[in-house]
């Protein structure tokens, strides 16, 4: 059987939109680029999706579904902002109520989808939600810890370079947090969590490093660690430059000098601290923005399952 592929969309054509864009291009086995949308007729992605012979418009979704490939479109990934999202898929479900949406926006309309964590349960899903790039390079860990021992806080620290940062992203900090802490709960099993970006403005720029803290019960350090390492592993098979910066460390807390965790109250158990490093493909964008990168491997890792899927039971 000749190999197939379903045709996907794209809408936002700034940074992450246009390395979304090139990934599929270059290594997507069940998608195909059917057309780019944006709403600035100048921008660089639209210009670059035309050179590459893939259909434009720079009229937004109404646009999209002007195109004579809207016909085919099985997917829609939204690069936009957590509100032109929740207007995207409204009007998309208007024409193809049943369109699969790939969110990577703060909007969570959907459930969250972590691939690692999560993604066979949400397959079916007409919309789910990225989370954030925080969300996707920390709360692997947090799930991590969660499978050996009851998490009870997971805290993520999200540091990228300032010039990775789009206007997208800094319109989206307020959401970013909301929407990183509920799916530290959420998907990664915490019963309190709590999210916080930095926008590092060093030159030159550096690479997106994640910090995450979680508090739960005392369990065998060597199985968390473990644990820890295995999601490692199966984080960077999609996306490359996810690494380990160094060991996983961990404290005791004792129960007479107990932690006092805002939101949580007194603590005693065990901490575990691990340090991560996302360096990015430099697909479009260079190295440093792993931040940007992270959300369109996860992204392209979620439609490029689901569409296999798609296609298994067409021929089933």
Same mark, same amino acid.
Do not use: W
């Given at each position: &059987?000749?190999?197939?592929?379903?045709?996907?969309?794209?809408i936002?054509?700034?940074?992450?939109?246009? *390395?979304? &864009? #090139? @990934?599929?291009?270059?290594?997507?086995?069940?998608?195909?680029?059917?057309?780019?949308?944006?709403?600035?007729?100048?921008?660089?992605?639209?210009?670059?999706?035309?050179?590459?012979?893939?259909?434009?418009?720079h009229?937004?979704v109404?646009?999209?579904?002007?195109?004579?490939?809207?016909?085919? #479109?099985?997917?829609?990934?939204d690069?936009?902002?957590?509100?032109?999202?929740?207007?995207?898929?409204?009007?998309?479900?208007?024409?193809?109520?049943?369109?699969?949406?790939?969110?990577?926006?703060?909007?969570a309309?959907?459930? +969250?989808?972590?691939p690692?964590?999560?993604l066979?349960?949400?397959?079916?899903?007409l /919309?789910? /939600? &990225?989370?954030?790039?925080?969300?996707?390079a920390?709360?692997?860990?947090?799930?991590?810890?969660?499978k050996?021992?009851?998490?009870? =806080?997971?805290?993520?620290?999200?540091?990228?370079?300032?010039?990775? %940062?789009?206007?997208?992203?800094?319109a989206?900090?307020?959401e970013?947090?909301?929407?990183?802490?509920?799916? $530290?709960?959420?998907?990664?099993?915490?019963?309190?969590?709590?999210?916080?970006?930095?926008? /590092?403005?060093?030159?030159?720029?550096?690479m &997106?490093?994640?910090?995450? +803290?979680?508090?739960?019960?005392?369990?065998?350090? *060597?199985? $968390?660690? !473990?644990?820890?390492?295995?999601?490692?592993?199966?984080?960077?098979? =999609?996306?490359?430059? +996810?690494r380990? @910066?160094?060991?996983?460390?961990? *404290?005791?807390?004792?129960?007479?000098?107990?932690?006092?965790?805002?939101?949580?109250?007194?603590?005693?158990?065990l901490k575990?601290?691990?340090?991560?490093?996302?360096?990015?493909? %430099?697909? =479009?964008?260079?190295? =440093?923005?792993?931040?940007? *990168? $992270?959300?369109?491997? %996860?992204?392209?890792?979620? !439609?490029?399952?689901?569409?296999?899927?798609?296609?298994?039971?067409?021929?089933?």
């Amino acid at each position: &059987m000749a190999s197939e592929k379903l045709k996907a969309a794209i809408i936002g054509s700034g940074n992450i939109g246009t *390395d979304l &864009m #090139i @990934k599929i291009l270059r290594n997507a086995k069940h998608l195909e680029m059917g057309a780019m949308v944006g709403i600035d007729p100048a921008s660089d992605g639209l210009a670059r999706a035309a050179r590459l012979g893939v259909a434009t418009t720079h009229e937004g979704v109404e646009g999209l579904t002007r195109l004579p490939v809207f016909g085919d #479109i099985d997917f829609v990934f939204d690069a936009t902002s957590a509100g032109a999202h929740v207007k995207n898929d409204a009007f998309l479900r208007t024409l193809k109520p049943g369109i699969r949406v790939i969110d990577l926006t703060p909007a969570a309309i959907g459930p +969250y989808c972590v691939p690692v964590v999560n993604l066979a349960a949400q397959l079916d899903a007409l /919309n789910v /939600n &990225m989370v954030t790039c925080g969300g996707q390079a920390t709360i692997p860990v947090v799930a991590a810890v969660s499978k050996v021992a009851k998490v009870h =806080y997971g805290e993520i620290v999200a540091s990228i370079s300032s010039k990775s %940062a789009g206007p997208g992203t800094r319109a989206n900090i307020d959401e970013f947090t909301e929407t990183t802490s509920k799916a $530290i709960e959420v998907v990664g099993g915490a019963v309190k969590g709590k999210a916080i970006i930095v926008l /590092n403005p060093a030159e030159p720029p550096v690479m &997106m490093r994640d910090t995450v +803290y979680t508090l739960s019960d005392l369990a065998d350090l *060597d199985r $968390i660690e !473990a644990s820890i390492e295995e999601t490692v592993r199966a984080v960077n098979a =999609y996306v490359p430059g +996810y690494r380990l @910066k160094q060991k996983v460390q961990f *404290d005791e807390i004792p129960a007479n000098v107990p932690l006092n965790v805002p939101g949580l109250g007194r603590f005693s158990g065990l901490k575990t601290s691990v340090f991560i490093e996302v360096e990015g493909a %430099a697909h =479009y964008l260079p190295a =440093y923005a792993g931040n940007l *990168d $992270i959300m369109t491997s %996860a992204a392209l890792a979620t !439609a490029e399952r689901m569409a296999q899927s798609l296609l298994q039971g067409a021929h089933a």
